[in-house]
């Protein structure tokens, strides 16, 4: 399976970085404005002073967090495409690769449990997608074809112009 629609491999790192800090800030951000206004005292002006507060000191920490995790990901999984073909269970060991190294400091059971998370969430979203990949295939398979000619047209009397297929071919 190849994705057209990425970057090759030194600049995915990059890429993907970028865009999990940015995902990370924004979700953090909204996270932690929550959190701040929950947790401030009563009064609305400091609820939002300390949900601004929140999402000041800790959504780049949290976007930071994020930017590690997708440049090791990236990283890991453009190893695994220099080495192998382009396929899912790159994806999948690499999340499985990534959440052992940054476990790594917690000992090698962390190492395990971490490992086989990242693994299986990695999995999951890859077989969401082949599933979804697969749903949309068929959807078009049924479809009619498109038409190049303008002149292949139905008539304005609703009966199909010269070389359009009929209704009664698709139902």
Aim: proline residues 8%.
């Amino acid at each position: 399976m190849e994705e057209y629609a990425r970057e090759p491999c030194p600049w995915r790192i990059v890429d993907d970085c970028g865009g999990a800090f940015t995902m990370g800030v924004i979700g953090g951000g909204v996270f932690q404005a929550i959190k701040g206004f929950r947790n401030a005292p009563v009064g609305m002006r400091h609820r939002l002073r300390g949900s601004v507060n929140a999402v000041r000191i800790r959504a780049p920490q949290i976007g930071g967090s994020f930017a590690v995790w997708g440049g090791l990901f990236s990283t890991i999984d453009c190893g695994l495409v220099r080495l192998r073909k382009e396929d899912p269970w790159n994806s999948i060991t690499s999340g499985a690769l990534t959440g052992a190294v940054l476990a790594a400091r917690s000992g090698p059971l962390a190492m395990v449990g971490s490992a086989m998370m990242g693994g299986i969430l990695l999995a999951l979203i890859e077989g969401v997608g082949i599933l979804l990949t697969r749903y949309t295939a068929q959807q078009f398979r049924n479809a009619p074809p498109f038409l190049e000619d303008p002149g292949q047209l139905p008539s304005k009397e609703g009966t199909p112009g010269p070389g359009y297929p009929s209704y009664q071919q698709y139902h």
